[in-house]
């Protein structure tokens, strides 16, 4: 997929081409992977439509392809008010200092957008191509062109929550049309082609996909779509999408104990993200869309990063003996998740939204202590086994191994326990957060004794006390969202689609609370985009 792509180049990405000659983009390449000779029939089509899988399986993977360690969709997760940048590096920082180190060189944003429109324009050459001559049946061609445009409008989703404006193109870019001249396009109108393509995907995406786990559902389009209709206020819409995922019976929630480790302890939550749990053919009906990974796999694997950026680096805690000396008494284990680095950890509001007894706040969902598992780092007057709790009534603080971690994201590679990446499946999207959804759109309607039972569809999961109608505000929605979906939601997206997003952090977030400011709320479009943009001038966000 990648030797097809051809980026927007200069305004957009500054990537693949500078000049090339119409004759030299002509030439016959019978050996080579390009448009012209691959979007011929449907093995060709799939090729291309498994390279956007690809794509969007790096939002969780390194910013630059198989180098970067740096997790592309960070600027989602923290500087939020339930998340902040624990083992802080360069990224981090910009999310727990803003400020000057917000700005416009910040190299990864740079990747983030030429990642999204690099998606778009794949997706543009799909969709383009399957109107021109091929052998597709008009069966074959409308299913190609519902999975390419739902990740067109995917990719569009991601830069309007984080730009606001951005530029729209709907066509394919080549060498014969590269331009320097690109202008935003105001939000409102992405939006609208957002809408147009995902209304298109559902009606011809699949309801289920037995043959091939990893195919984007008509239940995660309507659940996008029921998000969008809210941020665009249309809230009737948002309740009716919403309600296509919640009541349709394949995409039920899984509410007892399910898959590989359903005879051990745990929960019917936690199962959820039990490695070998993700998809649907282990009995979990929850998931919308799971992005496949592989280990080992000829032509290429999908990893993500996500253990490593979310589970604390417990193998670094100092433990004191009774002799006044410190050791480190805890080994990296596939029992305590597998090797992390914890840039990325929960706020302490995030660790006190939880009820005693719900599930999701339980030691099967997070890593509250350890015991001590290092013979060579036992401290005196310790022993082997004794389990020792972590610190969770500070407040959240920079470079603190010593701090509870999600364990949503555990695994451990059966070759080496220490490697940096997962190879699991994991799921993007189920439908307990289209029931927050609903919830939501409930609550915008003035019926917040239906939004109540939407809600207490989680909390009877996850044994949690029922709310009544009275307790439902958009906090307490947006609360419930950090306790079913820590970690899992683009949290920024959802605190700026609800106008929450600059009072929480600095209600909840204790390092980038004090500093936050209004300019914020959107990410300074990368400089290097403006001065590509050669031939007319791109507006800033404002105060950058």
């Not at 009541?247 to 039920?252: G, Q, R």
């Not at 990368?526 to 007319?536: G, R, W, Y």
Request: hydrophobic share 40%; with cysteine; glycine share 6%.
């Amino acid at each position: 997929m990648k030797a097809l792509t051809i980026t927007l180049q200069l305004a957009l990405t500054i990537s693949l081409i500078s000049s090339c000659s119409k004759d030299t983009l002509n030439e016959s390449s019978p050996n080579i992977l390009l448009a012209d000779n691959l979007y011929k029939d449907k093995a060709g089509f799939d090729a291309g439509l498994n390279g956007l899988y690809d794509e969007a399986r790096r939002s969780r993977s390194g910013s630059t392809y198989g180098g970067s360690t740096n997790l592309m969709l960070e600027p989602a997760f923290i500087g939020v008010d339930n998340a902040y940048g624990n083992y802080e590096d360069t990224y981090e920082k910009v999310f727990n200092s803003w400020g000057a180190n917000n700005n416009a060189s910040v190299i990864h944003y740079r990747y983030v957008w030429s990642w999204l429109y690099e998606t778009i324009n794949a997706a543009n050459t799909i969709i383009n191509r399957a109107g021109q001559p091929n052998s597709l049946t008009e069966t074959e061609k409308n299913q190609v062109l519902a999975e390419a445009r739902f990740f067109r409008g995917w990719a569009y989703r991601h830069l309007i929550y984080l730009w606001g404006d951005v530029p729209l193109t709907l066509e394919e870019s080549s060498g014969t049309n590269i331009r320097t001249d690109w202008q935003r396009t105001p939000v409102a109108e992405v939006r609208a082609a957002i809408e147009a393509d995902w209304l298109f995907a559902e009606q011809f995406l699949p309801e289920l996909s037995a043959a091939n786990p990893g195919k984007v559902l008509k239940g995660a389009v309507q659940h996008y779509l029921a998000e969008l209709y809210l941020a665009e206020g249309k809230n009737d819409k948002a309740r009716d999408y919403a309600l296509k995922v919640t009541t349709n019976p394949n995409y039920k929630l899984v509410t007892t104990r399910f898959g590989v480790n359903a005879a051990k302890p745990g929960t019917a939550f936690t199962d959820l993200f039990v490695d070998g749990n993700a998809n649907r053919s282990a009995g979990n009906t929850e998931a919308l869309w799971v992005l496949q990974n592989e280990l080992n796999v000829a032509g290429g694997e999908g990893n993500n990063i996500m253990r490593r950026y979310w589970v604390n680096r417990y193998y670094s805690i100092a433990v004191s003996g009774t002799d006044g000396k410190s050791k480190n008494p805890f080994a990296v284990s596939a029992d305590y998740g597998g090797r992390g680095i914890g840039r990325l950890s929960p706020t302490k509001f995030a660790l006190t939204l939880y009820d005693a007894n719900d599930d999701r706040g339980s030691d099967y969902a997070w890593r509250f202590s350890y015991a001590i598992n290092n013979p060579a780092g036992i401290p005196v007057g310790k022993n082997l086994g004794d389990v020792i709790q972590l610190d969770r009534t500070s407040n959240e603080k920079v470079t603190n191994p010593n701090w509870p971690s999600t364990r949503k994201w555990d695994y451990v590679s059966p070759q080496d326990v220490t490697v940096d990446r997962q190879y699991n499946d994991q799921m993007m999207v189920r439908s307990a957060e289209t029931f927050l959804i609903l919830a939501e759109a409930y609550l915008k309607l003035g019926a917040t004794d239906l939004a109540k039972d939407a809600i207490n569809a989680l909390r009877t999961r996850a044994h949690a006390a029922q709310v009544n109608a009275s307790q439902v505000t958009l906090d307490f929605i947006l609360d419930e969202r950090s306790r079913e979906l820590f970690s899992e939601e683009e949290r920024r997206y959802t605190l700026l689609r609800t106008g929450k997003w600059l009072e929480r952090v600095k209600l909840y977030n204790k390092i980038a609370g004090p500093v936050v400011q209004a300019r914020d709320l959107l990410l300074p479009i990368p400089q290097n985009v403006i001065d590509a943009n050669l031939t007319s001038k791109m507006a800033q966000n404002k105060d950058y």
